[in-house]
Each structure stands twice: as structure tokens, then as C-alpha cells.
């Protein structure tokens, strides 16, 4: 199974989390969740996918081919 890519994130991925964590969409205590989830090198199907975490959901945004 594929692992998330922590390193090298695309730009518009880390605006979109800024934006919600200004926004206050997202708490600093669930960024730290999914940080933590993140670090623990999660394996995720290689198709569509979804991890909910508390009061949040994080999903597969990779590009159809």
C-alpha cells in the first residue's frame, strides 16, 4: 500500500491547511492530531480514501489520470 508524503508538500496544499487554521476551521489541537497521525507514516489504499479524525475528516486529493 502506498504512505502519505510528508515531505515536498505542493503549495496549494499547504495554503488550503493556512487558510482553514486562519479561518479557525481547523484548531491548533487537530493540526496536531493529524501531524501525529502523519508521522506515523500511514499506509492508505491506493484508491480513494478518507482517516476521520476528531472533528475533522482528511482526505485522498490526488489527481484523477
Not at 495554503?15 to 501531524?35: F, K, N, P, T, Y
Not at 492508505?44 to 475533522?56: H, I
Amino acid at each position: 500500500m502506498p504512505r502519505i508524503r510528508r515531505n515536498n508538500l505542493p503549495p496549494a496544499l499547504l495554503e488550503h491547511l493556512l487558510d482553514r487554521i486562519r479561518s479557525r476551521i481547523i484548531s491548533v489541537d487537530q493540526l496536531g492530531l493529524m501531524a501525529q497521525w502523519l508521522h506515523s507514516a500511514p499506509e492508505v489504499p491506493a484508491g480513494r480514501w478518507f482517516k476521520r479524525l476528531p472533528g475533522m475528516f482528511v482526505k485522498d486529493v490526488r489527481e484523477k489520470r
